[in-house]
């Protein structure tokens, strides 16, 4: 049933699902107030609705729910990478686009998604599944491992003699906490002007491959042989074929039209 609800056509019913009727879906299945589809932008909320049809598969302690940047979104992603390779789902996710946080791309994948979970025990929820509490859960325990490995980078950072410094030692973690936010903003900066310049690279090569394939069309079209010696086709491949972009062609090629008058005689003369 996987690989067949992962298949779905764009002109499936699964795709005409409005954004009301999953907002509702979501809020009443996972107990949560979402009045956008872009705010499941993060991933979280598919990796517990994987959670909630497919129990003791989802690691939920490694879900952020909290989660603001892109690479804390990316990680929740790849949790849910995870769980679809598990359950040999052949669901492409596009985490680009979706942790762009574009309302039609989020609506898409959530449409799918509720397919999905539809198929599974014929979309029949575990009424002893509780969301609010698999949240908590997930929270503390990421929390405890986080709070371990935060404590340990503080204590291997912080610089000798700085319980004994101005402001004693709340002045090591504030220092440590500022740089950390301030490295995690300049990550999420750069990771937007990346997806920016991927967005210009590709618009501007579809835009080469375009005009490229006219040139293409129209170097074939010289090469017919009841044409290929004709004034006009000489002038044509003369621009076609021209290697230095610094000088114009053009010249050259109307002093090959005007040097042919018979080119505008008719054939009846």
């Known amino acids: 049933m996987a690989a067949a609800v992962a298949s779905i056509g764009i002109m499936d019913g699964a795709y005409f699902v409005g954004r009301g009727e999953i907002l509702h879906w979501i809020n009443a299945t ?148 500022f740089s950390e936010e301030h490295y995690i903003e300049q990550i999420q900066k750069l990771s937007e002007k990346i997806a920016d310049l991927k967005v210009s690279v590709d618009s501007i090569e579809k835009e080469r491959d375009f005009y490229f394939s006219k040139l293409r069309d129209i170097e074939i079209l010289c090469q017919r042989p009841e044409l290929e010696h004709l004034p006009m086709t000489k002038a044509v491949r003369k621009i076609l074929y021209a290697a230095d972009a610094k000088d114009s062609p053009l010249p050259e090629a109307n002093d090959i039209i005007t040097k042919s008058p018979s080119l505008f005689s008719t054939e009846t003369e």
């Open 30 to 177: 996972l107990q949560l107030s979402l009045a956008k589809v872009e705010e499941a932008a993060s991933g979280a909320v598919q990796c517990q609705l994987m959670d909630m049809v497919h129990p003791g598969v989802v690691p939920m302690h490694k879900v952020n729910f909290d989660a603001k940047t892109e690479y804390d979104m990316i990680q929740n992603y790849k949790v849910l990478q995870d769980v679809f390779n598990k359950l040999r789902i052949g669901k492409n996710i596009e985490v680009n686009k979706l942790v762009k946080g574009r309302p039609l791309d989020n609506l898409e994948f959530l449409q799918w998604l509720k397919r999905y979970c539809d198929s599974v025990n014929g979309g029949i929820m575990n009424e002893n599944y509780s969301p609010v509490e698999r949240r908590s859960k997930g929270c503390k325990e990421r929390g405890s491992k986080g709070s371990n490995k935060t404590s340990k980078s503080l204590q291997a950072n912080r610089l000798p003699g700085a319980d004994s410094a101005d402001g004693g030692p709340g002045v090591g973690k504030v220092c440590n906490t």
